[in-house]
């Protein structure tokens, strides 16, 4: 059969058309949906040896803040049921080291560049967007991360006031129109009601989840075992939980959603394309497997190409519940 | 920094070997160019225990020795990872990333090179003693359980000297009773130079009696590790320069440059 084919015909069957991975978030165009989440994949060129980071759909860089942070005393991690506790407590060399020596990097490298910010005083936000803003050229949208265990001022504990999250939201809508997005997690309430807060105080989009609260104990010492007593947990161990929250988030509002909670393969992408995810942020998977970005791409290519799906646009929030059957009949 | 990580490779190896050598240590061996060109002792690869990522995170573990494209690393049964790596046979593969960080300095003229090994830090230092001309090799370990066989350090430069906690092997006490006795064997114990590795509260002592005598040396300085590329933030180590990932900035350290208490 194959030989009685026409030759063109043949040529088109090795070099298969690429599938359309392309997603946005209000103007911004990215080329596919994999990207790293936040503080999961150093601050600059730490993936080099191992990440083309021209292939990524977006780098999400870790949390910056006005003022450079220590982050929090030694054990900061420990590994737990398919996860791990970390509380680094948002170290990070500051505003003014990220704009000097990270985003000349970054200028150089031709994939959107978001960057994830956190506020310790009120008017943090204002320094911090004003600031990214004049650097357009490189600084496509904003992550707004409204939702850090492991820190008292600008963490989850500070933000359980709805009014403030408000506030920021509307004071970072007020300096840029770059896209910014909110990034959630459970800690602070209900995210399905914050989630249409941070909406109509103007965010374009969402990030879920951030890690959420635990605890691990060495038993033989009888003490936690990192130093700060919890930290955000990340990892498979709350990818149920995640999915859970983009597919209940998509269904009540149709926003640009970026998730992350314990993407390892591509597999695991395709589960919160599925219930609607636009980009999918690989965290702990670096650490595991520091080619997890490039390995996922492929497959999420792959299945696509073996399910006949040309454009991911074709499966995106196809998730559906089949009729309830009742056991009793 | 960079250039140690354009050098790091991860990849899929086979276990040749993988056996108990003494009541303690395992020695798992396998062959791989990319993970054994240009290694140098102290420095480390992260292994996948299982495919399946679980356990999740990679464990770090010394280079133990490079034997051509063959590499060997000694470990010891901690926890659950160690436990499984155990249990791997002839035939497994295992996923590997190394080599990563920096190693131990090459012995310096006219100094007398002391190594001081505690437990399953020994690896590294037992490397070293077989690339260079080491004067002492000194071994604190809790039983004659961890005594190495013989063959394990026939190649190994400078005398060797053992001490266990409970007298069962070698001196009676702690390995820095050696390093102590050593220091009062010199004219002038400055001209010692002293590498260590193994627990903290081991090198911390090392560490106390180095700087009384003001003698020079590095510790391999062992933080539990997340991504052992400096992208966590997991493993840092007060130094000189800040507060820096102890996985591309050490694991080794001048004593001279460690500004925090080890325990
Ligand atoms: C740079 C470096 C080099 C190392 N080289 C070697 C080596 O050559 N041989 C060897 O046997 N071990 C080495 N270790 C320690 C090794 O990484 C741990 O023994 C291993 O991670 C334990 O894994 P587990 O799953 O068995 O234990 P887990 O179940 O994770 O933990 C069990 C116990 O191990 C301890 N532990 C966990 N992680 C570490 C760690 N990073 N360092 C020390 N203790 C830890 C825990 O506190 C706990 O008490 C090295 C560690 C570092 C940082
Ligand atoms: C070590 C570590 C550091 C993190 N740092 C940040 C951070 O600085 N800012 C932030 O918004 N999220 C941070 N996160 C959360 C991740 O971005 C991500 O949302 C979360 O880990 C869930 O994804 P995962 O399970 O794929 O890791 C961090 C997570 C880890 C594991
Ligand atoms: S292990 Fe991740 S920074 Fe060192």
Redesign the pocket.
């Known amino acids: 059969m194959t030989m009685n084919r026409p030759k063109q015909k043949n040529k088109e069957a090795k070099t298969p058309a690429a599938v359309d991975m392309t997603c946005r978030i209000k103007d911004l165009v990215f080329k596919n949906p994999v990207t790293v989440a936040s503080g999961t994949f150093g601050t600059k060129d730490e993936y080099t040896s191992c990440v083309d980071y021209e292939k990524l759909g977006a780098v999400i860089t870790k949390t910056i803040t006005v003022k450079p942070r220590r982050g929090n005393p030694m054990p900061r991690i420990?590994?737990t049921p398919s996860g791990m506790l970390n509380a680094i407590g948002l170290q990070n060399k500051g505003l003014e080291d990220f704009i000097e020596n990270k985003i000349p990097y970054f200028a150089g490298i031709k994939t959107p560049l978001i960057v994830n910010i956190a506020g310790e005083e009120e008017n943090d936000f204002e320094i911090l967007v004003k600031a990214l803003h004049a650097h357009k050229k490189v600084v496509k949208a904003l992550e707004i991360n409204l939702s850090c265990p492991n820190v008292e001022a600008g963490g989850v504990s500070g933000m359980k006031k709805k009014e403030k999250i408000e506030k920021i939201i509307k004071t970072v809508r007020g300096e840029t129109d770059l896209p910014i997005v909110a990034k959630l997690s459970p800690e602070l309430g209900d995210v399905i009601e914050i989630a249409g807060e941070v909406l109509r105080a103007g965010a374009d989009g969402l990030s879920l989840i951030n890690t959420l609260k635990g605890l691990a104990v060495?038993i033989?010492t009888r003490q936690p075992?990192i130093a700060n007593v919890t930290g955000g947990l990340s990892g498979p161990a709350i990818r149920p939980v995640a999915l859970r929250y983009v597919y209940e988030v998509k269904k009540n509002y149709q926003v640009p959603v970026i998730a992350s909670g314990g993407i390892l393969t591509a597999d695991d992408a395709m589960e919160f394309i599925i219930v609607g995810a636009d980009l999918i942020a690989l965290g702990t998977a670096n650490f595991v497997n520091p080619t997890a970005t490039m390995d996922v791409l492929r497959g999420i290519e792959t299945f696509c190409r073996n399910q006949g799906i040309m454009s991911l646009s074709q499966i995106r929030g196809t998730f559906h519940v089949p009729p309830r059957q009742s056991c009793w009949q | 920094m960079s250039s140690a990580r354009s050098k790091m490779q991860d990849e899929v190896v086979t276990i040749l070997d993988n056996r108990k050598i003494n009541e303690k240590?395992f020695k798992l061996t396998f062959a791989s160019k990319k993970l054994s060109r240009g290694v140098v002792p102290g420095q480390?690869l992260q292994l996948q225990?299982q495919p399946t990522f679980d356990?999740l995170l990679r464990?770090?573990?010394?280079y133990?020795r490079i034997k051509g494209e063959r590499v060997e690393?000694?470990?010891?049964?901690?926890?659950?990872?160690?436990?499984?790596?155990s249990q791997k046979g002839k035939g497994s593969r295992v996923r590997i990333l190394g080599p990563l960080?920096n190693p131990f300095s090459k012995p310096k003229a006219k100094k007398t090179t002391v190594l001081v090994a505690g437990g399953?830090?020994l690896?590294?230092l037992v490397f070293f003693a077989e690339k260079n001309k080491v004067d002492y090799l000194l071994i604190g370990g809790k039983s004659k359980a961890e005594v190495l066989p013989k063959s394990e350090l026939s190649k190994v430069s400078g005398k060797v000297l053992y001490a266990t906690n409970d007298g069962s092997y070698g001196k009676k006490g702690f390995v820095t009773v050696l390093l102590d006795e050593l220091i009062h064997q010199q004219e002038d114990p400055r001209n010692l130079f002293v590498q260590t590795c193994g627990p903290k509260v081991m090198m911390q002592a090392v560490i106390d009696l180095a700087r009384k005598y003001e003698i020079p040396g590095e510790a391999?300085?062992?933080?539990?590790?997340g991504c052992g590329v400096g992208a966590c933030l997991g493993?840092m180590v007060e130094t000189d320069k800040g507060l820096v990932p102890?996985?591309v900035e050490g694991?080794v350290f001048a004593f001279d440059s460690i500004r925090q208490s080890l325990v």
């Open positions: 420990c590994e060495n033989r075992r | 240590y480390f225990i356990p464990r770090p573990f010394s133990y690393v000694l470990y010891e049964i901690l926890g659950r990872g160690t436990g499984i790596l960080g399953i830090g690896p590294p391999s300085i062992d933080e539990t590790m493993c102890s996985c694991p």
